[in-house]
């Protein structure tokens, strides 16, 4: 059915959703409080292109269920962007156009220090606003209600992030956002699903706090120092 919900990407932190009408150009009404440790399951704000409306937003719940599951269970909060053609959970919506955007401003990522599960906060330029390519459906329960569900693509990790896990999230420069929504070109859409250029990132250890996901406050997404010898630093 996917990844995991251990296998990366996991937690993300969303804290700016002022200017997120500006940023991606919709211009609909929101209602989205700041996010610092956002957790699958969780209803997330999306992007969406919808014919003759232009971009709308849209809440979601995090962990894909496609139409065709027979449970609410079946979900998915990954998905392999080289695998997503061909896995049935997403190659329909890929080829459909249920591709959507993600607004983020950071992601967490775990390293393992003997018995300790290190968060680290990976962000773009200086914290910028960003967003990752997703992919949505929507499921009906047996009462026939709608429940709209989104996924987040993955794919290989640039050097920065994999000093610390082998896979991350695709990241979309904005130059690509109405590619990823719009086009019917198949080929131009997998183009861009592609790892972040690590050059243009930085991350930095945070509190264990995140740990939790009912911690969601800033304490969980500022930087630390971190109290261990200098020979178990990563760099």
Known sequence: MGETIWDVCNRFRSTRPQVFAEHFQAWDQIQARPRFNVAPTDQILTVQQ????????????????????????????????????????????????RRCLIPADGFYEWHTLGTIKQPYCFEVGSGELFAFAGLWDEWKNPNGQAIKSCVILTTSANPLVAEIHHRMPVILSPNNYSLWLNSQNLNDVLSVLNPYDAK???????????????????????????????????F
């Not at 719940?61 to 959970?89: C, D, H, I």
Request: proline content about 8%.
């Open 50 to 97: 919808e014919i003759g409306k232009g971009r709308t937003f849209s809440m979601m719940r995090w962990g894909l269920v496609p139409s065709w599951a027979p449970a609410m269970s079946s979900v998915n909060f990954n998905a392999r962007s080289e695998k997503v053609t061909t896995t049935p959970s997403f190659s329909d919506a890929i080829v459909s156009g």
């Open 200 to 234: 243009l990132m930085h991350r930095y250890p945070v509190s264990t706090r995140l740990n939790d996901s009912r911690n969601d406050n800033p304490e969980c997404a500022k930087p630390i120092e971190l109290e261990i010898p200098t020979q178990a630093r990563l």
